[in-house]
């Protein structure tokens, strides 16, 4: 009965590939995220979408597209990927959009890129 | 914009010894802030959160946290830290932003303990 869950846990590619991340939240929330931590561990908000809609677009670059197909899904697909999109990548859900209410997170998925 | 100042990288307590993480935050309102937890391997877990009232907060696992708005401070504390709380320590604020929340973490303080 995992709340959010990431597929996969471990991704290996080479550059210049496109590579998806998927991502699904079975707690009823409304709002869905994903993060980006570095090899530093700085978290950093890439996305967030509320009921299937996009309300968050930080400064990422085009080649990162999310999709949310309804409320419980947040996939990440990412299209010729480079050497610094290496990174572990979070999915996390909230009750809302409203300020405060709290994250849970996924447990992560670890791209490497070679 | 809001910002989080977590000063500590990497902290080493003895098991059963007191634990305080540190974390400054930069905001003009009041503040929404959170603790959470990473263990290695893990995504992060909510251990406590301030929104308002009462500045001490009770959190999971034992720990509590203080809010101190003349210092800008919202500071972890574990009176007695046990070996299954090594793992990383992230402070974050949250704030309202066109309707919608946004979150923003600090760097992260590495809890070590040793026996």
């Known amino acids: 009965d995992t709340a959010v869950s990431q597929t996969p846990k471990y991704l290996v590619t080479q550059m210049g590939n496109d590579k998806s991340i998927k991502c699904e939240q079975n707690?009823?929330?409304?709002?869905m995220y994903w993060y980006k931590q570095d090899s530093k561990k700085f978290l950093k908000i890439m996305f967030s979408?509320?009921?299937?809609?996009?309300?968050i677009n930080e400064t990422v670059p085009n080649r990162f597209s999310p999709k949310s197909p309804d409320k419980a899904h947040l996939n990440l697909h990412i299209n010729s990927l480079e050497l610094g999109d290496s990174a572990v990548y979070f999915c996390?859900?909230?009750?809302?959009?409203?300020?405060?209410?709290?994250?849970?997170f996924g447990n992560g998925t670890r791209l490497t890129v070679t | 914009a809001q910002s989080v100042t977590q000063p500590d990288i990497h902290i080493t307590v003895s098991e059963g010894a007191s634990l305080e993480l540190r974390c400054n935050y930069s905001?003009?309102?009041?503040?929404?802030l959170f603790w959470y937890v990473q263990s290695p391997g893990q995504g992060l877990q909510l251990l406590l959160k301030?929104?308002?009232?009462?500045?001490l907060v009770q959190g999971i696992k034992g720990f509590e946290a203080e809010f101190k708005r003349s210092q800008s401070s919202f500071n972890l504390r574990k009176p007695s830290v046990h070996w299954s709380d090594a793992a990383e320590y992230f402070c974050?604020?949250?704030?309202?932003?066109?309707?919608?929340?946004?979150?923003?973490f600090g760097t992260g303080t590495k809890l070590q303990v040793i026996p």
């Open positions: 979408y509320n009921n299937k809609e996009l309300i």
């Open positions: 301030y929104f308002s009232g009462d500045t």
């Open positions: 974050a604020v949250g704030r309202s932003s066109g309707g919608y929340q946004k979150v923003t």
């Open positions: 996390a859900s909230s009750p809302s959009q409203a300020s405060g209410s709290p994250l849970h």
């Open positions: 707690l009823g929330h409304d709002t």
């Open positions: 905001y003009g309102a009041t503040p929404y």
